[in-house]
């Protein structure tokens, strides 16, 4: 009914910068929230960031400073640029996008499928 893809994940130097992508697409009649998610090797998933429909965004302590949040609420998008990154953000990022509204008047949240983001050392 609603799938989440995400882009641009990849390799890069510490230091560097990635910069991630979400569209959502399907049955969506109202999306509140969409955010990004991590989960590293053998830790429990977090947030990075979020951004809600009005624009409201909230960070993880860990990123705040070096990465921003933007969405397109008429796409149904989402980007995480990562600038200064770290060997300790290293993870599958996760697309979400949380109090879907469905043309089906259907309220669920959603996930991508994850993209691997590494930072060498």
């Known amino acids: 009914q609603v799938q989440l893809v995400e882009s641009g994940g990849g390799l890069v130097q510490a230091g560097g910068s990635l910069r991630l992508s979400c569209v959502a697409s399907g049955s969506i009649f109202r999306i509140n929230v969409m955010g990004w998610y991590r989960q590293a090797p053998g830790k429990q998933r977090e947030l990075v960031a979020h951004?809600?429909?009005?624009?409201?965004?909230n960070y993880a302590d860990s990123v705040k400073g070096r990465f921003t949040i933007s969405g397109d609420n008429a796409k149904n998008t989402v980007y995480l640029q990562m600038n200064s990154l770290k060997p300790e953000d290293t993870a599958v990022y996760y697309c979400?996008?949380?109090?879907?509204?469905?043309?089906?008047?259907?309220?669920?949240?959603?996930w991508g499928q994850g993209t691997q983001v590494t930072v060498s050392s």
């Open positions: 979400a996008a949380q109090g879907v509204v469905t043309t089906s008047y259907t309220y669920a949240d959603y």
């Open positions: 951004i809600s429909r009005g624009g409201s965004i």
